[in-house]
């Protein structure tokens, strides 16, 4: 008997195969529960430059919302930005209502810096596109339900 060798799967056998389970976190919500795709997943636009990181600060209740994000917040994340792009994964969260602060830490001195009235220089978002005209926003403003599932959220920075 002569043991036969098999070549290994081919690059397009494992693209098709990733594609596929990308479609299935997107098209399939039964499914997705139990793949990757839970959590909330955060694509941060409008980033100036790739100077610096972003900070994404995912509050669960009003306590400290935006500002004391190291003391309240439920998870903090800090990405290097690349391309001009970043994008936060909060993974293994439970069902709940929650609020996002992000900003564009271009100078890496862990906060959001401001002039010398208190108009931020460097980039900021909320959830919901919360508005922060006279002040940050309420978190009821930028608060979301999130069911358990896969979440895909966005925010845009503002300058």
């Known amino acids: 008997m002569s043991a036969r060798l098999r070549?290994?799967?081919?690059?397009?056998f494992?693209?098709?195969?990733?594609?596929?389970?990308g479609l299935l976190c997107v098209s399939v919500p039964a499914l997705a529960q139990s793949t990757s795709c839970l959590g909330?997943?955060?694509k941060v636009l409008n980033i100036r430059n790739s100077q610096g990181t972003v900070g994404c600060a995912l509050f669960d209740s009003p306590e400290g919302f935006p500002i004391e994000f190291l003391h309240s917040a439920s998870n903090?994340?800090?990405?290097?930005i690349r391309n001009s792009q970043a994008r936060?994964?909060?993974?293994?969260i439970p069902e709940g209502?929650?609020?996002?602060?992000?900003?564009?830490?271009?100078?890496?001195?862990?906060?959001?810096?401001?002039?010398?009235?208190?108009?931020p220089t460097e980039g900021y978002g909320f959830s919901n596109d919360a508005s922060a005209v006279f002040g940050a926003p309420s978190f009821s403003a930028?608060?979301?339900?999130?069911?358990?599932r896969g979440l895909e959220?966005?925010?845009s920075l503002h300058y």
């Open 142 to 148: 930028a608060s979301f339900p999130y069911d358990g």
């Open 153 to 155: 959220l966005t925010i």
């Open 88 to 92: 936060c994964d909060f993974e293994d």
């Open 76 to 80: 903090v994340m800090v990405i290097k």
């Open 7 to 12: 070549s290994p799967p081919s690059l397009w």
């Open 40 to 42: 909330i997943h955060v």
């Open 97 to 119: 209502t929650y609020a996002l602060a992000v900003i564009h830490d271009e100078n890496m001195d862990g906060k959001l810096n401001a002039d010398w009235a208190g108009i």
């Open 14 to 21: 494992w693209l098709f195969v990733y594609l596929l389970a």
